[in-house]
C-alpha cells in the first residue's frame, strides 16, 4: 500500500503549485482522502479533504479560497492546486487516505499515510 506526493518545490509568494497524490497497493477510490502540512517544530495540520466521489470538500480557513482539492478515482490520483501562495505556507505537505470516512479533518482519522512533499514560499 503506498500513498506517492509529488509536486513540491520552491516558489515565491504569490505564486502556484500543484501536488499530486497517486496511490497504488489498494483500491482508494472509496476513501476519503486528505492533504495535511506540517512546517518545523509544528504539528501536522489539516489542510483539505475530499470525499470518495469527490462531490464533498473542506478545507482548512488558512487556505479557503486559495487552495482547491479534487480526485480522479480512475487514475487514483488526488490533487491540490495552491494559489497564492504565502511564506506561512511553506511545510512538508502529506497525503493521506481516510477508510473510515470519519474525522475528515483530523490526522487519526486517516489510516494511510504518504511520505511527504516540501514546499518552500519565499518572500
Known amino acids: 500500500v503506498q500513498l506517492q506526493a509529488s509536486g513540491g518545490g520552491l516558489v515565491q509568494a504569490g505564486g502556484s503549485l500543484r501536488l499530486s497524490c497517486t496511490t497504488s497497493?489498494?483500491?482508494?477510490?472509496?476513501?476519503?482522502m486528505g492533504w495535511f502540512r506540517q512546517a518545523p517544530g509544528k504539528e501536522r495540520e489539516f489542510v483539505a479533504a475530499?470525499?470518495?466521489?469527490?462531490?464533498?470538500?473542506s478545507y482548512a480557513d488558512s487556505v479557503k479560497g486559495r487552495f482547491t482539492i479534487s480526485r480522479d478515482n480512475a487514475k487514483n490520483t488526488v490533487y491540490l492546486q495552491m494559489n497564492s501562495l504565502k511564506p506561512e505556507d511553506t511545510a512538508v505537505y502529506y497525503c493521506?487516505?481516510?477508510?473510515?470516512?470519519?474525522?475528515?479533518?483530523?490526522?487519526?482519522?486517516?489510516?494511510?499515510w504518504g511520505q511527504g512533499t516540501q514546499v518552500t514560499v519565499s518572500s
Open positions: 493521506a487516505a481516510n477508510s473510515l470516512g470519519v474525522g475528515a479533518t483530523d490526522t487519526r482519522g486517516y489510516d494511510y
Open positions: 497497493g489498494r483500491t482508494f477510490s472509496s476513501d476519503v
Open positions: 475530499i470525499s470518495w466521489t469527490g462531490g464533498s470538500t
